[in-house]
């Protein structure tokens, strides 16, 4: 079967036409079954010719069983000259047959073979083998015979070659074939037909879906197609679905992003009005830093912008082996310059010197630069924020903890929602931060989680790592 395999694979290969690969898998087992069925179909009509022309040999030996004679104590076959030549006289076949006593032929074709008896041979009885004279191939039909008068058995013996025989059965099978070469076309016409009619419903629904406006994203009905395409239009339905939400949430991203980028651009521009009213450096000078700070949050509102929507990517990111103890190190060692200035303690605590984490390096930095920014926005001055890598042996975790005002319990859920912020906390944020973590953890299987200090005031956000595999280097 592997040569089959490989035709057939060759062909599919370049088979792009539904109809042209199923009329292919149709015409294929016919070709291999053909040649079968021939063979199959001549081993019967063989058979069915066999059983009647082994039906006259039985005749004929149970005819010839009938004149043998005793005279003188020795076994005498008396047939008459005539009767003899009409048993033997055919136009396809020659007919041989045998008179034996227990030592010699008494009459008939003495290189006729004879027949061994055996225990469970009956007497009386006809049986056929095949056998070999003078070269040809012959079925034989032979019977022993008990004379009363004479000891042993007397065997009579009748063959035929094969001639009559192939003759019949290549008569039924011409007959056979013949019919069904005159039909095979008209087969195969209705084959296609019916094949042209079952894929109709294939292009109903390619029509269908063509003739639809761009904009339109609705269910396509299963109950308009046949059964066996209702799982295909199911899929196809899912991923319709799965696009409406995923417009849905880019028009409402860029409407949120629209709205809060006015914010900052209409501050720019009322300090650069006021500065271009000012006459006095002093305030020059001040509408200058207001300037200054309105870039600034627009700048940091753009970067995190272009984070989100790095982590809404269709590809995921190249993970390798990190060392999340010294990415963690390295990037709250970024901040320690900010969190002077606020007066606030930045530490870091770890218990172990390494901890390999599966990741990305450039999505991770951004998560804690994230966590820390936030940490120290909302901390009061002289304050305390701690980094904390956490690993045991079925968890790995990081830790951003500070001692700054907290989140209510109503608030706890919603600070991932994009744009989000906690009224009353005089923060100047974005509130994008928590939902770029969270995004950043969903991309590496990650559960990120909040929840209070140990001591009660503060936050302590929380973001726990699946085991790492052990096949991945370990990131230099």
């Not at 058979?47 to 030996?61: E, F």
């Not at 292009?203 to 209702?230: F, G, H, Q, V, Y």
């Not at 963690?328 to 984490?357: C, Q, Y």
Request: glycine fraction near 6%; charge should be negative.
């Amino acid at each position: 079967m592997p040569p089959l395999r490989s035709f057939l694979n060759r062909i599919f290969r370049h088979q792009t036409s539904l109809f042209g690969a199923i009329l292919v898998w149709m015409l294929a087992p016919l070709l291999i079954l053909g040649p079968i069925s021939m063979a199959i179909m001549y081993s019967l009509a063989y058979a069915v010719s066999n059983v009647a022309y082994d039906r006259d040999l039985s005749d004929g030996v149970i005819v010839l069983s009938r004149h043998l004679t005793v005279a003188e104590g020795r076994l005498q076959f008396d047939f008459r000259e005539v009767a003899r030549q009409i048993l033997i006289a055919d136009d396809l076949s020659d007919v041989a047959f045998q008179v034996r006593g227990p030592r010699d032929v008494v009459d008939g074709d003495r290189d006729l073979p004879a027949a061994e008896y055996q225990s469970e041979l009956e007497p009386g009885k006809v049986y056929f083998r095949d056998d070999f004279m003078r070269g040809r191939e012959v079925r034989i039909a032979f019977t022993f015979i008990q004379v009363p008068t004479l000891p042993g058995l007397q065997q009579v013996q009748l063959a035929e070659t094969r001639e009559k025989r192939r003759e019949l059965a290549n008569s039924i099978i011409g007959g056979i074939f013949s019919s069904q070469f005159i039909l095979l076309p008209f087969a195969l016409v209705l084959v296609y037909f019916g094949l042209a009619k079952g894929v109709e419903p294939l292009e109903d629904m390619r029509r269908t879906i063509l003739e639809r406006k761009p904009n339109d994203l609705s269910s396509i009905d299963p109950a308009e197609a046949p059964e066996e395409l209702r799982p295909f239009i199911d899929s196809i339905n899912g991923l319709m679905q799965r696009l409406v939400q995923s417009m849905k949430a880019q028009q409402r991203f860029v409407a949120d992003v629209a709205h809060q980028m006015k914010t900052p651009l209409a501050g720019l521009k009322t300090q650069a009005e006021l500065a271009l009213r000012q006459s006095d450096l002093h305030d020059i000078e001040h509408a200058m830093r207001q300037i200054a700070l309105s870039a600034d949050r627009a700048s940091r509102l753009i970067n995190q912008l272009l984070s989100l929507a790095r982590t809404e990517g269709d590809s995921l990111p190249a993970m390798q082996r990190l060392d999340l103890v010294e990415l963690s190190r390295d990037t709250t060692r970024e901040w320690v310059e900010r969190a002077i200035e606020k007066n606030i303690d930045l530490g870091f605590e770890s218990a172990h010197d390494m901890v390999p984490v599966e990741g990305n390096a450039l999505l991770l930095h951004e998560l804690l630069s994230n966590l820390l920014d936030n940490a120290l926005r909302y901390t009061p001055v002289g304050g305390k924020v701690t980094t904390r890598v956490v690993s045991t042996q079925n968890s790995i975790a990081v830790e951003v903890e500070d001692n700054g005002i907290g989140i209510d319990l109503a608030d706890r859920e919603l600070v991932f929602e994009r744009f989000f912020r906690v009224l009353g906390t005089g923060g100047d944020g974005s509130g994008l931060g928590l939902s770029i973590v969270r995004e950043i953890a969903a991309l590496h299987r990650a559960r990120v989680s909040y929840g209070p200090t140990a001591v009660g005031r503060g936050s302590t956000f929380r973001v726990d790592f699946p085991l790492w595999r052990e096949s991945l280097p370990l990131s230099a």
